[in-house]
């Protein structure tokens, strides 16, 4: 592209503007190719393979950590000693049982903001997954990918939720399952707690000490499923169901399930 002569286009004198000179010196100016050039320079940080999006990305997510960690200390500072026993209720079958009893009113909003906090930390644990093992689901549009991750996790605590009600209600074990969802909501709970800090950790550290967070994250999940699981035998044994239901419910709530998300994941996520 041929450069424009800034002299000659300031700086000319009438036998110069008569001859048509000037006008010759603009004609040669290619627009297109200044607008094209321009347009690379604006884009040129960002590199072919995505570098200044995950950076914008980055600080999304930073942000929202911060948000999230700012949930989780209004709740520490205004619900008193409410983290205290949702830890202890997750732990301790008898106390949880006794915490259902209470039904506190006030503790519904600090159920909402974590039950929030869990969904989030949870999607974006997931959008950490997907970056590190190079998934291929949506890693061009990541805040989308964020937004569908978190939307699932929300959409299968409600189906599950559904399900052990309506299970409840076939077996007239209403208060049971009433029972069992209230602790699953409060393991949750926990987890979302330690999933946020754990986050930091998985999503701002690089190498060993980034694989390091995400199996620590991945640590924290199986324990979880193994203390429902523990749980949900307990709540068999100690009601005295059949062996029959135990089966059947393992079969179509805990087994069925898990082969429909590998079979959905490597459908359309890996």
């Not at 004198?13 to 604006?42: R, Y």
């Not at 699932?152 to 409600?158: E, G, V």
Request: aromatic letters at 22%; a positive charge.
């Amino acid at each position: 592209m041929k450069t424009l002569n800034l002299h000659n286009l300031f700086y000319f004198n009438k036998s110069e503007f008569d001859n048509g000179m000037f006008l010759k010196e603009v004609n040669n100016l290619n627009i297109n190719n200044l607008l094209t050039e321009i347009k690379a320079e604006n884009s040129s940080p960002q590199k072919s393979d995505g570098t200044l999006v995950q950076f914008e990305f980055k600080d999304g997510i930073f942000f929202i950590l911060l948000a999230l960690i700012v949930m989780i200390a209004y709740v520490k500072i205004s619900g008193k000693n409410y983290l205290q026993r949702i830890f202890t209720s997750v732990t301790n079958f008898s106390y949880s049982n006794s915490f259902f009893k209470e039904k506190n009113l006030a503790h519904s909003l600090y159920n909402v903001i974590l039950v929030f906090v869990f969904g989030a930390s949870f999607a974006i644990f997931m959008s950490v997954i997907s970056d590190y093992y190079k998934l291929t689901f949506y890693q061009e549009e990541k805040w989308l990918q964020l937004l569908i991750y978190f939307s699932f996790i929300f959409a299968m605590l409600i189906i599950h939720s559904i399900l052990y009600l309506i299970l409840g209600f076939l077996t007239q074990t209403t208060v049971i399952a009433y029972k069992y969802l209230f602790f699953l909501f409060n393991l949750v709970r926990v987890i979302a707690v330690i999933n946020v800090f754990l986050l930091f950790g998985s999503v701002f550290s690089y190498g060993v000490w980034q694989t390091i967070f995400i199996w620590t994250s991945f640590i924290l999940f199986i324990t979880a499923f193994l203390i429902r699981l523990f749980r949900i035998v307990l709540i068999f044994f100690k009601n005295r169901f059949s062996l029959y239901y135990m089966i059947l419910y393992f079969c179509s709530l805990e087994i069925v399930p898990i082969i429909v998300f590998i079979k959905l994941f490597n459908k359309y996520i890996a």
